[in-house]
């Protein structure tokens, strides 16, 4: 039987997150991240998660302030939490456009030292030159150098972690050496996007690796965690999208000399308990309500239609006209999510008319409804179901409220998984490594 792997994601920066309800907290105070953090510990999780947002998105020329705006730095907060968990991975978003192979080898292996072998890294290119006006001085990296770059950075991160040996820091006063060769951490690296070389400043980490995860979904994305990465994150959510894209991915492995095994597959998810289906049910459509408010609805809506749509009823029909097509559009920092804008409007159309939604309800069913919905016996058996019969090997859980949005999903739905002998009840490793069941 396979056992569950579960991460706990810090959710923000997009309308999943419900700043508005009564129970949600500070998104950035460290006593959000803190709380968090101890519970998905407490539910014995593998480990914890950030993703990342580097550029405020934009809409219609403004900040897109209906959703979570605003994010501090991840491997800083996961720096933070090593101090306030034992066992816990703490897995951090860090672009490998904008920041240099030296650097992120440095700041994810001191990570991993001050938590001693938990640090994990998801390496995402990011899609947009918007974003890369933020960081990059003139040009921005076309799409297809974007992953041959991502391929090199961790290529080099990797050779800087292996710089040092594991045994050579010896401190032996009475041979008067500190390292025990003349010229640690050596490295050099010459390559088409990295040309570097030096003396890696940081000593080899616990876990020497740290975890690789992958986030983007595209051939060139699948290809490089299938050459290169220990666990995707996925937005493969459903179960026969799950299981396609599991086997899509695995199937890669072999021609990189892996085994199915050496890459997880963890897809985004999102869930609502309750006392009983029909509970369940309600409390789920009132959360949908909670994350599309009125403002939102019509924001969304322009995603599509990428058009300034800000003078129609939210609870009116779809506009009488066509999605624009227009490469440049009206959001910015989120584009390519409808690829064909004619065929999703008429698809939407389709189901307005056939239920006869205004544009909110449209919204609320047609962007996101959570991935698992039901008693906490109903979770937890359909998780189970999901690893089984390989859609997944586990889920990054996203909470729609911080810092408490876990809590009732560990108190429930945990102790059944653990039950099913699917879960650990105590962990049995110290490193996030070692959790995950990965060689060394
Ligand atoms: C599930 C998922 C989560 C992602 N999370 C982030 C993130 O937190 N920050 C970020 O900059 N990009 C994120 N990305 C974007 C990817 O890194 C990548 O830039 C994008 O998907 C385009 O690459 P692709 O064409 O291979 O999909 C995410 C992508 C996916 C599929």
């Known amino acids: 039987m396979k056992q569950i792997i579960l991460a706990a994601h810090f959710p923000g920066v997009n309308n999943t997150t419900v700043w508005s309800d009564p129970a949600a907290g500070s998104q950035i105070e460290f006593e959000s991240f803190e709380r968090l953090a101890r519970t998905a510990e407490r539910g014995r999780f593998d480990f914890f998660f950030l993703a990342e947002g580097l550029r405020l998105r934009e809409q219609r020329g403004r900040i897109h302030d209906l959703d979570v705006v605003g994010r501090p730095d991840n491997v800083t907060v996961l720096g933070g939490l090593a101090a306030v968990t034992t066992h816990l991975g703490l897995t951090g978003t860090v672009n490998s456009t904008f920041n240099e192979p030296v650097d992120l080898a440095r700041r994810i292996a001191t990570l991993d030292h001050l938590s001693g072998g938990r640090a994990g890294w998801n390496v995402v290119t990011s899609w947009d030159a918007f974003t890369g006006e933020n960081f990059r001085r003139g040009g921005y990296l076309d799409r297809a150098d974007r992953y041959s770059r991502a391929e090199e950075v961790l290529q080099t991160v990797r050779e800087l972690w292996d710089a040092w040996d594991a045994d050579e820091l010896v401190a032996d006063p009475a041979a008067g050496r500190f390292t025990r060769h003349d010229w640690p951490g050596a490295y050099a690296h010459r390559g088409r996007h990295v040309d570097i070389e030096g003396h890696f ?240």
């Open 201 to 440: 400043p940081v000593p080899r980490s616990p876990q020497g690796r740290p975890i690789i995860l992958q986030a983007g979904d595209s051939e060139q994305g699948r290809e490089f965690a299938a050459r290169s990465a220990d666990a995707i994150f996925s937005r493969h959510g459903t179960l026969e999208a799950g299981k396609a894209f599991y086997a899509d991915v695995k199937g890669r492995l072999a021609a990189y000399g892996r085994r199915p095994d050496e890459l997880k597959i963890l897809p985004a998810s999102t869930f609502v308990l309750g006392d009983s289906e029909a509970d369940a049910q309600e409390r789920a459509h009132h959360i949908r309500r909670q994350q599309v408010s009125p403002q939102t609805a019509i924001l969304l809506l322009e995603q599509l239609w990428n058009k300034d749509l800000s003078d129609l009823d939210p609870e009116g029909p779809l506009p009488p006209f066509d999605p624009v097509l227009d490469d440049d559009t009206i959001i910015k920092g989120r584009a390519g999510m409808y690829p064909d804008r004619l065929a999703t409007a008429a698809q939407w159309r389709a189901i307005a008319e056939e239920r006869k939604l205004g544009i909110r309800d449209l919204i609320i069913e047609v962007t996101g409804r959570q991935t698992f919905i039901g008693t906490p016996q109903r979770v937890a058996a359909t998780l189970h179901e999901f690893v089984q019969s390989d859609a997944a090997d586990g889920f990054i859980l996203v909470p729609h409220v911080v810092p408490g949005g876990l809590d009732e999903f560990v108190d429930t739905v945990v102790p059944l998984l653990q039950e099913r002998g699917a879960l650990r009840t105590e962990y049995t490793t110290t490193t996030l490594r070692g959790h995950l069941g990965l060689a060394a």
